[in-house]
Nanobody
Framework: QVQLVESGGGLVQAGGSLRLSCAASGRTFSSYAMGWFRQAPGKEREFVAAINWGESSSKYADSVKGRFSISGDNTKTTVYLQMNNLKPEDTAVYYC?????????????????WGQGTQVTVSS
């Protein structure tokens, strides 16, 4: 059974940093693309970042470019989202997702597996 488990969320002041982790189990994800999405109250789930483990290519939403960084470990079982210079508008539940490798999808229906989410709250 495929499982994605996020961790690392919390409360941080504006300008601070957090690193989210997503532990993947149940299959080999080396041929998958891994993505991070977020959803704030009353808003739709939006793309944050994605990475192709097989090619090490990555993509970011314009709103986080230059502040967030996505990476994966060498075992291809954990993907990270390093978030720097956090802003109050980054407050949301952050979700990890896995989907087919290749074109890095920015739409949430392009992913097959999802974690339960982790809350990130940025105070001003």
């Amino acid at each position: 059974q495929v499982q994605l488990v996020e961790s690392g969320g919390g409360l941080v002041q504006a300008g601070g940093s957090l690193r989210l982790s997503c532990a993947a189990s149940g299959r080999t994800f080396s041929s998958y693309a891994m993505g991070w999405f977020r959803q704030a109250p009353g808003k739709e789930r939006e793309f944050v970042a994605a990475i192709n483990w097989g090619e090490s290519s990555s993509k970011y939403a314009d709103s986080v470019k230059g502040r967030f960084s996505i990476s994966g470990d060498n075992t291809k079982t954990t993907v990270y989202l390093q978030m720097n210079n956090l802003k109050p508008e980054d407050t949301a539940v952050y979700y990890c997702a896995a989907g087919p490798a290749g074109v890095l999808r920015t739409w949430y229906t392009g992913y097959d597996y999802w974690g339960q989410g982790t809350q990130v709250t940025v105070s001003s």
